[in-house]
């Protein structure tokens, strides 16, 4: 009897800590629809007209290969009551729904449960940010029908619900734990001596203590484990424990860190970064003898080519405020070019900024609002958006383009578009030449050191956000793309050595352009950006000698908050002296 007692104890115990939850099967297809109406929300919206999609795959894989804007996912289930009494006594239910791409709102019976990622006009991407909900117990029907919808904005590229998990569960005792990092600096980035303190700690909220195992894994901007411990740790039933570490002589840079804590069929992990002093991170100019003669004739080759500016108005995104006019102009090589013009209607001279690409992104009209003082201009570089008449690689395979002959490459052109519409900005009436920003992300932060860089006597003030095109030797070892495509150029096809590559790209690489910049500056970073690392943002910033001031998101990846937005204008409105 004894043993009968002890065994149904341990299962008991294991079943209780092992967080084990009946999970509710999801349809495998929901119903989709691209647009967007709130209606769409509601429990009993009639979606029978809808097409189907199973989500976990892209949409773009699905039917809808080149679709970006708002779209919907819906579906209904049965729950059954036999979770009821788990569900109240454990605050509900969870809803996981893997990533989305780029950011969603989620409906359950037509009541918002959670959001991830902002919408359009503040759009926020989130698009590798798994996504889980909590479903109150009080807002579900027992033993009926269930509606779960899901508002997506995708602003380009791949759209949609896109990985596992996608589920529905009982919270469990997992659910009553929480490993936390809980910084003192708001951007997690350390100064001062290279012995720091990292801050953990595990939150238990459950009603037993807690006896586990903490692993901590700490690896450089290059991947290599420079930090590594695992250690015995107890949490007292609604506790918190301080799990903080150390770790000695850091060298200047960024690092990831991977915490794990494991008990009795229990693990809970949290992946974060920080950086230690990334203003001392060396990474000095390498540009050829000729690097400046190079783009001296660069800018020679394009004075020659008549710029043919024409603007057309389009009275359909006319305002009372503003004016809204298709520009066309030719560049490097006489090639064609076009860019979006806002203006206000007001007369008068005003300051303006020009806003650049990212990589393989079309400028729209609507991304050059700056406010009804404020001239916008949002160009489209030669192979992007509606510049693509004469100069069209396509992507993947743009950053190849002429790689073999840096006088054809395709970034002397793209760079040169720059400076030609700072021609054209310089040629209107309207335009207070003496007060011109440019800012843009990614590949447009590249453009945005480029454009201050090649026209340091015409730039008033730039903010590069997440700037591409930078650190190429370490770039490529602290980023998987595009260094795949040029691993395949060099080795797979052979078509040049990585030495003849590296001297190319020299010239367009932007921490060698930096040291040119006169304009104040102003450059966003993310702590957790896999496509453009901050190790190379800094690599440029750090060669920049102009008034400067950095701002990094420890939570952001490639895609800033929507608060840099207003840093930057604040940024740039100062610099213009404009009293707002």
Request: a negative charge.
């Amino acid at each position: 009897m004894k043993t009968t007692k002890l065994f149904l104890a341990l299962v008991l115990f294991f079943a209780l800590f092992s967080g084990c939850r009946q999970q509710i099967t999801l349809p495998e297809a929901w119903r989709f629809n691209t647009g967007d109406d709130l209606q769409y929300a509601q429990k009993d919206y009639d979606d029978s007209a809808w097409a189907t999609i199973v989500p976990g795959t892209l949409w773009e894989q699905q039917g809808y290969p080149s679709y970006d804007g708002f779209a919907w996912y819906r579906t209904s289930l049965m729950i059954p009551a036999s979770l009821k009494k788990e569900a109240e006594e454990y605050g509900g239910l969870v809803i996981s729904l893997g990533m989305i791409d780029d950011s969603d709102e989620t409906f359950f019976n037509g009541e918002l449960i959670g959001a991830t990622g902002k919408m359009p006009p503040h759009h926020e991407t989130a698009w590798n940010t798994l996504r889980s909900y909590s479903i109150p117990a009080d807002k579900i029907v027992w033993g009926e029908r269930n509606t779960i919808a899901v508002r997506v904005y995708d602003s380009g590229g791949g759209g949609g619900i896109y990985s596992a998990p996608i589920e529905i569960a009982p919270r469990g005792v997992p659910d009553f734990f929480t490993l936390a990092t809980p910084f003192r600096e708001p951007d997690r980035i350390f100064k001062g001596s290279p012995d720091v303190i990292v801050p953990l700690t595990l939150k238990n909220e459950f009603t037993k203590n807690f006896k586990g195992e903490l692993t901590v894994k700490v690896t450089s901007d290059f991947g290599e484990e420079i930090f590594s411990t695992t250690k015995k740790v107890t949490v007292k039933k609604m506790t918190t424990a301080d799990l903080s570490f150390n770790i000695s002589g850091l060298n200047p840079g960024f690092y990831k860190v991977t915490a794990s804590v494991s008990g009795v069929m229990l693990t809970k992990q949290i992946v974060f970064n920080f950086g230690y002093d990334p203003e001392s991170i060396i990474s000095p100019v390498d540009c050829q003898p000729d690097f400046e003669a190079f783009w001296a004739e660069a800018k020679r080759e394009l004075a020659a080519v008549a710029p043919h500016y024409r603007m057309i108005k389009v009275d359909s995104l006319c305002t009372e405020k503003h004016n809204v006019y298709l520009v066309e102009m030719h560049s490097l090589g006489d090639v064609l070019i076009r860019g979006w013009y806002q203006v206000p209607t007001a007369p008068g001279r005003y300051p303006a900024v020009m806003q650049v690409p990212g990589y393989s992104t079309t400028m729209m009209p609507g991304y050059v609002n700056y406010g009804d003082d404020i001239i916008g201009f949002g160009l489209n570089i030669r192979g992007h958006g509606n510049s693509c008449d004469d100069v069209n690689p396509g992507f993947p395979g743009y950053i190849l383009t002429n790689l073999d002959d840096k006088e054809k490459y395709i970034y002397r052109g793209a760079y040169m578009d720059c400076v030609r519409a700072v021609d054209f900005l310089f040629s209107r009436p309207e335009v207070d030449t003496k007060r011109v920003a440019v800012e843009g992300a990614s590949q447009g932060g590249a453009l945005t050191f480029a454009t201050a860089a090649l026209n340091n006597d015409r730039i008033r003030v730039c903010a590069p956000q997440v700037p591409f095109l930078s650190d190429f030797r370490h770039y490529f070892k602290v980023a998987t793309w595009p260094g795949s495509e040029f691993v395949n150029y060099v080795e797979t096809e052979k078509r040049e050595s990585w030495d003849e590559v590296f001297n190319t790209l020299s010239y367009f690489d932007i921490k060698n352009l930096a040291p040119m910049i006169k304009a104040p500056l102003l450059m966003g970073a993310g702590l957790k950006d896999d496509v453009c690392p901050p190790h190379i943002n800094f690599a440029a910033y750090n060669n920049v000698t102009s008034e400067k001031k950095y701002i990094v998101y420890p939570e952001a990846g490639h895609g800033l908050p929507q608060d840099f937005y207003a840093e930057k204008m604040k940024w740039i409105r100062s610099h213009f002296e404009t009293g707002n």
